[in-house]
């Protein structure tokens, strides 16, 4: 929550940087049933999990009050995680994200290389 007085009315915004929760401290995914698994991401101040169905996805066991319009809402992935960025919550960083994060990006030839070597 916000408080603060001002002398002019007039569009005010808050803004954070893209990379507020990136790199992520961890992540797991893990059946909870037939045909549906649990994506669990922890950042650096939340936790967020998505259940994983065929033909969409939901946010699962979200309890913030900012993200309740959103919980165990049937969605395609893209638009969750488009709402969750109009929340506050980046979960898609770009590579140009990754500087200001302090994370070095890999060399796509050399991933090449290494899958092609594998198959």
Same mark, same amino acid.
Do not use: F, H, L, W
């Given at each position: 929550m916000l408080n603060f007085l001002t002398r002019k009315f007039g569009p005010i915004a808050f803004l954070q940087p893209? &990379? &507020? =929760?990136?790199?992520?401290d961890s992540w797991y995914l893990r059946?909870?049933?037939d045909q549906c698994a649990l994506l669990t991401i922890v950042t650096k101040r939340i936790? @967020?999990? @998505?259940e994983i169905h065929p033909l969409f996805v939901k946010l699962a #066991?979200?309890?913030q009050p900012e993200l309740k319009h959103l919980n165990n809402k049937e969605m395609h992935p893209g638009i969750l995680f488009m709402e969750l960025?109009?929340?506050g919550i980046h979960m898609l960083? #770009? %590579?140009s994200d990754a500087e200001r994060a302090g994370i070095k990006l890999k =060399?796509? %030839? /050399?991933?090449?290389? /290494?899958?092609m070597d594998i198959a």
């Open positions: 893209k &990379t &507020t =929760d990136y790199p992520y059946s909870i049933g936790k @967020v999990q @998505v #066991e979200m309890n960025s109009k929340c960083p #770009e %590579d =060399d796509r %030839d /050399a991933e090449e290389k /290494a899958i």
